[in-house]
């Protein structure tokens, strides 16, 4: 495997990676991401040996976290066609090239050393996109989008668990009250989930990132200030792919997910 050189949760953006790449190999592809499959062949060559890395269920997972959030972005271009789009944590997440290049303003933020590696292995070529290197906690961010009266919409894909609820609730309480108008759709864990997704992260090899935030319940986001206003809430593992492999197992692991709201994907508005 190529030597990522990445902090300790920038690394894990190597296993959505992987997600999309094998579920584009699948034989019921959920997303069918080549261009996922391209960036994880250049950075992975043994892919039947990183495979050992992620169960089905985690292959499913992931990429039905792009699937759900591709069409909660679709919906809201639609409602917005000329709203922005801004995409925290991208790592090497390709949703503009799955959504088809959309022609909006599109920003695509991460920390300056993952950004390195997405400019190196996805270089910016469109003129309505821009790649900000900095943290989703430096407010000057919002310089670099400029004016949202159009609509801004924020995709937060595998970010939010790696923090603890305080520095969660830091962003809510400083971006909700200035970004009025703004939706935002980001994917959580419960507290039992969080424990078994951090054992198969460190199974991986990826021993520094440790997965702090548990949540079930939306509403409870909903009480840290008066510009956040719950929207939906989305299970995961409830895609008819993984219904369509027939596995009895995973007809248990589905309802399971959906019993226990193990993972969860929410969409708010700042309001
Ligand atoms: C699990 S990866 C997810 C990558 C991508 N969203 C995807 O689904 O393929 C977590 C990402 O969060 C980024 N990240 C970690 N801390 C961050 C911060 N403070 N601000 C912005 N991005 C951050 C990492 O660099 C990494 O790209």
Known sequence: MAKLDLGAVQETLLLPLAARAYDAESKYPILNDQKALELFKQLV???KAFRRNLLKVGIVSLTERGWIMDRAVKDFLKRN?????LNIGAGLETSFYRLGQPSVPW????????LALRKRLLPNKFNNVKYIGKSMFDESWMDDIGNISNGLMITVPGVFPYFDEKQVQLFFNTFAPKLKGAEIIF???????????????????????TLDWGIM???HIEQ???HIQFVKAYIYLQHPSFNAIGNPIYNFISWNSKFFKSAQI???KFV
């Not at 994917?187 to 990132?209: E, H, P, T, Y």
């Open 45 to 47: 060559p043994d892919r």
């Open 81 to 85: 066609p000329n709203g922005k789009v």
């Open 107 to 114: 920003f695509d933020l991460d920390l300056p050393d993952s």
């Open 187 to 209: 994917d959580v864990l419960s507290n039992a989930s969080r424990l078994f997704v951090q054992r198969k992260i460190n199974q991986a090899g990826m021993n520094k990132a």
């Open 217 to 219: 319940n939306p509403r």
């Open 224 to 226: 840290w200030n008066q």
């Open 266 to 268: 929410f969409h708010f």
